[in-house]
Every structure is written in C-alpha cells, then in structure tokens.
C-alpha cells in the first residue's frame, strides 16, 4: 500500500504561483493514477487536477486550466502541482490520491476511485 506526504502549500498573494509536491512510498508508484483534489471550509472535496499511471494523459478542473498543470517523477515517486496565477477561489486544503487506473493511460476523476489519500496541505490566496 502506497503513503502519500504532500508538501508546498503556503499563503501566496493573488497572481502568484505555488508547486504542490506529493511524495509517495512504495515501490509500486508507478502502477497509480494520481489525482489532486481540494477542499475549501464547508465545502465538499473536489477534484482538480489527475495524471495517469504513465504520465501521458492529464485532466483539469476547467477553471485551472491555463493556470495549473500537473506532472508526476516516477523515478522520484513524486506527482506534482504546479500552480500560477493563483486567485482567493483557489484557498483550500489541497490533498493528493493514488488510485487503480484500468490502463495505463487512464485518469481517474471521482473521488471514489481513489484508495489512498495524503493528509493535505493548506494553500490560502490573498488580496
């Protein structure tokens, strides 16, 4: 079973730019899909950001599209979200996931598709 440590979240002013890391443990990273999801105070967890087992294939949130882009270092066993032109409608607590894709070129957009979950990191956008 994988663990997920994610790292990089901070508070950024509006326009600015933060690189989200998720570090996964195991030997079997790259057997996984990897999501991004984010939570905002009161709201339900949603989905931003997955990237396929073999990091050919990505889906975005259509409102960070052109702002965040998601990559992933099997060799490194990390997934990463870089983030720019950050706005307040991005504060949330951002969480990574790794899930079981059907192929390898699949990503994974519920929730429920994901088996395992990082423990989150805070990224608040201010004025």
């Known amino acids: 079973q994988v663990q997920l440590v994610e790292s990089g979240g901070g508070l950024v002013q509006v326009g600015g730019s933060l690189r989200l890391s998720c570090l996964a443990s195991g030997r079997t990273f790259s057997s996984y899909a990897m999501g991004w999801f984010r939570q905002a105070p009161g709201e339900e967890r949603r989905f931003v950001a997955s990237i396929s087992s073999n990091g050919g ?8 599209k052109g702002r965040f882009t ?58």
Not at 57 to 64: F, G, K, Q
């Open 57 to 64: 294939t990505t889906s975005l949130l259509n409102s960070v």
């Open 70 to 127: 998601i990559s992933r270092d099997n060799a490194k066993n990390t997934v990463y979200l870089q983030m720019k032109n950050l706005n307040v409608e991005d504060t949330a607590v951002y969480f990574c996931a790794a899930g079981l894709a059907p192929l390898s070129g699949s990503t994974l957009i519920g929730p429920e598709e994901y088996h395992t979950w990082g423990q989150g990191t805070q990224v608040t956008v201010s004025t």
